[in-house]
């Protein structure tokens, strides 16, 4: 059974810095999404990365996806307030058509 | 741009009402899902469908039914509502074939009482 990690679940950080969210999944799977959800909102598709070695960015925002690893990391640089929200990486399960979702990281960026 | 509605934003119900939530999408998608989201216990999947009448069971399917008469409409049914089935739904669809992303509705917060 497929199964997704998301590290850490909740993130406090201060405007201007780097860090990285991470995402492990137990089974071969070279298709990953990243999502954002804002509070009481629902979720909002960021990226999608399909092979391995995938790199994507988006503004502050970039992810990439090492298969052989079964990570992904979304890094944001130098963040802002504007960023803080719930982020879920989400994996294909093979010879399915659905994702599993990681628990979600929770955000806060500290002005 | 793919376009997923739901019925209702907000909704409350009494416990042992029958409940409908609909959930359309514009985009022609092969696959459409109903989640549920609780604090603290993420995104779990109660139903999906991949094709008209066809429907699958995801991890928490105890206390719902579904249906999917056509392709952009799939309903949620709560068969006799009940106070644990208060929560977020979210419903998404998502293209047939691999490397897709789900695209999902804005959600309906039921709550009942």
């Known amino acids: 059974e497929l199964k997704v990690e998301q590290n850490p679940l909740f993130l406090s950080m201060q405007e201007g810095k780097n860090y990285t969210i991470y995402c492990n999944y137990s089974?071969?799977?070279?298709?990953l999404y990243w999502y954002r959800q804002d509070p009481g909102k629902s979720l909002e598709s960021l990226f999608v990365l399909l092979s391995n070695g995938a790199v994507k960015q988006e503004g502050r925002l970039m992810a990439s996806l090492d298969t052989k690893a079964r990570l992904s990391t979304l890094h944001i640089t130098a963040a802002v307030h504007d960023l803080s929200a719930t982020y879920f990486c989400a994996v294909d399960v093979k010879g399915a058509q659905k994702l599993v979702f990681g628990q979600g990281t929770r955000l806060t960026i500290n002005p | 741009d793919v376009k997923v509605t739901q019925s209702s934003r907000y909704l409350v119900k009494r416990t042992g009402e029958k409940v409908f939530l609909e959930c359309v999408q514009d985009m022609d998608h092969e696959n459409m899902f109903w989640y549920r989201q609780d604090p603290g216990l993420g995104l779990r999947l109660i139903y999906f469908?991949?094709?008209?009448?066809?429907?699958e069971k995801g991890d928490i399917p105890e206390g719902y039914s579904v249906s999917r008469e056509k392709k952009e409409r799939f309903s949620l049914i709560l068969e006799s509502a009940s106070t644990n089935q208060t929560s977020m739904y979210l419903c998404?669809?998502?293209?047939?074939?691999?490397?897709?992303?789900?695209?999902f509705g804005p959600g309906t917060r039921l709550t009942v009482t």
């Open positions: 089974t071969t799977s070279d298709r």
């Open positions: 469908s991949y094709d008209v009448k066809m429907k």
């Open positions: 998404a669809s998502r293209q047939g074939g691999a490397g897709y992303e789900q695209y």
